[in-house]
């Protein structure tokens, strides 16, 4: 998958609120093959990618697990510590090392309760990604499991 303008922090949040979140970001590494998050455990965490590739995968029973997108430079990695009950929906692992931005969901989760704009235009971020992952997720399904020729007829 490319990178896209939606998944981009400096295309939703102002430079003030950028930096207001950004005042909260760790500088982490990951080589490659490392797993960031496993499908099911807590979320307490998010990164956005500064160099490398991640990709978000999901387990198939009996398979191993599909990746359904590969994310890069400046993308959100990691949306579920935002809404409740709190568990990644998905898996990620660095394809190659990785350089990121890492947030504590607690401390960002804090921040926009007590400036309700900041966590109205992060919430808005974070729905513009899943809304994008909803449909790459579609279609990387669709494309494994759907049988020749289904769909609507022409």
Sequence with gaps: MTITATSRMSRTLPAEYRSRLMSLARDVSFPQSARLFEEGAHADRFWVVR??????????????????????FGELVGCSWLFPPGHWTLGAEAMSPVRAYEFDAGAVREMC??????????????????????????????????????????
């Design 113 to 154: 309760r007590a400036e309700p704009a900041l966590g109205a235009l992060i919430t808005y971020w974070a729905g513009q990604v899943l809304a994008h992952r909803l449909q790459a997720t579609r279609v990387r399904l669709l494309d494994l499991f759907a049988p020749y020729g289904s769909g609507h007829a022409a």
């Design 51 to 72: 160099s490398g590739t991640v990709a978000l995968d999901m387990r198939v029973p009996g398979r191993r697990p599909v990746v359904i997108e590969t994310l890069g």
